[in-house]
């Protein structure tokens, strides 16, 4: 089993920047890729960042060169630096670990921490 502690998030005025982090506890192994997913009201849950164990990443078209994402190894964490926000940016984000591939995939989730960006 795995637990996710999201941290971080809040009011910010656009343009500005916040950390989001997110500790994972269980049993995590380096083939658990972990990122952050976003919902903004009236949407689906769309994937802003993901890396793996390795350091590759990938990222939503909307945010790249806005956000990174960066996660600890040792200490089973990942964090999302947002900087150069934007009234669109407000969401819930959810902390997300990605268990295995395709269809045997499974999605472990942290409780999500609103991030609200005004304009």
């Known amino acids: 089993q795995v637990q996710l502690v999201e941290s971080g998030g809040g009011l910010v005025q656009a343009g500005g920047s916040l950390r989001l982090s997110c500790a994972a506890s269980?049993?995590?192994?380096?083939?658990?890729?972990m990122g952050w997913y976003r919902q903004a009201p009236g949407k689906q849950r769309e994937l802003v960042a993901r890396?793996?164990?390795?350091?590759?990443?990938n990222y939503a078209d909307s945010v790249k060169g806005r956000f990174t994402v960066s996660r600890d190894n040792a200490k089973n964490t990942v964090s999302l630096q947002m900087n150069s926000l934007k009234p669109e940016d407000t969401a819930v984000y959810y902390c997300?670990?990605?268990?295995?591939?395709?269809?045997?995939?499974?999605?472990?989730w942290g409780q999500g921490t609103q991030v609200t960006v005004s304009s």
């Open positions: 890396i793996t164990s390795g350091g590759t990443t």
């Open positions: 269980g049993s995590i192994f380096s083939i658990d890729r």
């Open positions: 997300n670990l990605k268990r295995g591939w395709g269809e045997s995939a499974y999605d472990y």
